[in-house]
């Protein structure tokens, strides 16, 4: 434990997937690490209140909504009876058991892990606050890994239980009859999707002209039209302007395309993240923020106060587990004396809504928008032996390609495990693979990767499955 002499030769601040990859490389690599967390565990937002719980509701989500598509197989499930305690406690246990694996090799490692808060006492010196009092922490390199807080609209909101943010929204207290989600981004459509199968009535509201702005529209119109017949509604080009609390739920002002007054049970605020850069005493040092309150940063991370670095949600988008651990693991080699750099050609990203919405690097609205000549191909899944097999022929697999160089440089797909099916066009754009590469790539059958070799037979007009002949 950390006392008034102790000193460290690399402090990390914040035990996420961007603290907990770059202490545990760092230990790898030699260093004399120190990570310090307010939880009992490492894991951060992603494990014990993002990525991982989140990801156990939606398999839950799957399994119900599965179980009403049998009907059409002729298999007849009953109505699920929804054990809310047991489903809470076996998502806790999720979440022990990957927070308690990370513990263990923390301490496999020989990492000093200190459970509080971190401020600083000046430039090189951490005061850290636990349950047991104040301990003093000398560093000669720090990782800022703090991440990122939900964003919420205070000018709007009652302070009532009634309103959910994503920490609370995942606790499932209990299930609303009637939801309103305000944002269709991530957050908004995965939980409304987790919700709407456990029983709730379910409306979103977006600001925008659609759902998952970023995502090309062809991607996210596949989503939309499943949501339509799974909640009550989507409402787009709207926006929330009051809430007040009444007896019975919020009631909520909306203008815009939906006019009006509705109350609902619930409202859950799902409207992006904030970066936690307000880390006391980071004026006394040399880091700066920019104008939207991220750290600033280089391309190895290290900020304005080249003793001190920093990684993942906060300094910036995308706000992505993977992306935060790529940079830490940056970090941890460059504080190691490696000449490294965070240059992805890109990072991936999954909804994990159902169907599965993903894709990395040029998006087909980037192309247009930069003017920049693409070709896209596209192999519907009605095409697909297995997407048919599942049941799940609405899905699509999507390349976008150089017609010069015939260079695959990025991708979408939209359908049941999307978000796994990407990994393969991730390392395509980050080898430079041209269309032939996956064209001549064997893959298994049947499956629905096979919708990734065919969408590079798409290319050349000579996909198996559709009769789709190249323009003469
Ligand atoms: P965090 O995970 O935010 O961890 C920061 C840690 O630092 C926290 O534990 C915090 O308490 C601690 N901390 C802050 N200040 C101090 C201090 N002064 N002293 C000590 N400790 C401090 N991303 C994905 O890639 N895939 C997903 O499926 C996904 N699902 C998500 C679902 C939800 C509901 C949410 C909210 C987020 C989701 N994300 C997902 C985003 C992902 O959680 C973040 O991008 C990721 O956690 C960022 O990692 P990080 O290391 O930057 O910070
Ligand atoms: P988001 O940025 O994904 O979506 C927010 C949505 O809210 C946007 O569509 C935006 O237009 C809308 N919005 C903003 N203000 C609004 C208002 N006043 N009224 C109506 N709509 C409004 O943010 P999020 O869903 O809160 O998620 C935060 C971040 O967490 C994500 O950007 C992502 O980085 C991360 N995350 C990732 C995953 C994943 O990887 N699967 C899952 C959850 C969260």
Not at 101 to 109: A, E, I, V, Y
Not at 358 to 379: S, Y
Request: hydrophobic share 40%; charged share 25%.
């Amino acid at each position: 434990m950390a006392n008034e002499a102790e000193s460290t030769q690399l402090a990390i601040i914040g035990g996420g997937p961007g603290g907990y990859a770059a202490a545990f490389l760092a230990a790898d690599l030699g260093l004399e690490v120190t990570l310090i967390d307010g939880e009992p565990n490492p894991g951060g937002v992603c494990l014990y209140r993002g990525c991982i719980p989140s990801k156990a509701l939606l398999h839950v989500a799957k399994v119900i909504s599965e179980s009403k598509e049998a009907g059409a197989w002729g298999i007849h499930f009953s109505e699920p009876e929804i054990e809310l305690d047991k489903l809470r406690s076996w998502k806790e246990q999720v979440v022990r058991k990957l927070t308690g694996g990370l513990g263990q090799l923390s301490r496999q490692r020989k990492i000093n892990y200190i459970q509080g808060q971190a401020g600083f006492k000046d430039a090189r010196t951490l005061e850290i606050k636990k349950q047991e009092g104040k301990a003093q922490l000398r560093f000669q390199n720090a990782i800022l890994a703090t991440g990122s807080y939900p964003a919420s609209l205070p000018h709007l909101s009652p302070d009532s239980p009634r309103l959910l943010d994503s920490t609370s929204a995942l606790e499932i207290q209990d299930i609303p009859k009637t939801l309103l989600v305000i944002g269709a981004g991530y957050i908004g459509l995965e939980m409304a999707t987790v919700y709407a199968s456990l029983g709730s009535q379910v409306t979103v509201v977006e600001m925008t002209e659609g759902l998952l702005p970023g995502a090309d529209r062809d991607l996210a119109s596949v989503l939309g039209k499943r949501l339509e017949g799974v909640l009550h509604s989507l409402l787009f080009k709207t926006k929330v302007t009051h809430m007040e609390e009444e007896a019975k739920g919020i009631r909520v002002h909306l203008e815009g395309a939906e006019e009006g007054k509705h109350l609902f049970e619930k409202v859950l605020v799902a409207v992006g993240r904030k970066p936690n850069s307000a880390i006391p005493g980071l004026e006394r040092t040399q880091v700066e923020l920019n104008d939207k309150g991220f750290i600033q940063v280089n391309a190895q991370r290290q900020t304005t106060d080249s003793a001190i670095f920093a990684i993942g949600d906060v300094v910036g988008e995308p706000m992505l587990a993977h992306k935060a651990s790529h940079e830490g693991r940056i970090a941890a080699e460059v504080v190691a004396g490696r000449r490294v750099f965070f240059e992805p050609r890109t990072i991936p990203a999954v909804v994990f809504t159902d169907p599965e919405v993903a894709w990395c690097g040029l998006t087909e609205t980037e192309a247009k928008a930069e003017g920049q000549a693409i070709q896209v191909a596209r192999f519907p899944w009605a095409a697909s032996g297995r997407a048919v097999t599942l049941d799940r022929t609405d899905g699509l697999t999507k390349l976008i390609i150089d017609p010069e160089t015939e260079r695959i440089l990025g991708a979408g797909i939209v359908g049941p495990g999307a978000g796994e099916l990407i990994a393969e066009l991730v390392l395509a754009v980050e080898m430079a693979a041209v269309a032939s590469d996956i064209k001549l790539s064997i893959h298994p059958h049947p499956t629905l990767s096979e919708t990734v070799m065919e969408a590079a037979e798409v290319f050349f007009g000579q996909s198996t499955h559709l009769y789709r002949p190249a323009k003469k």
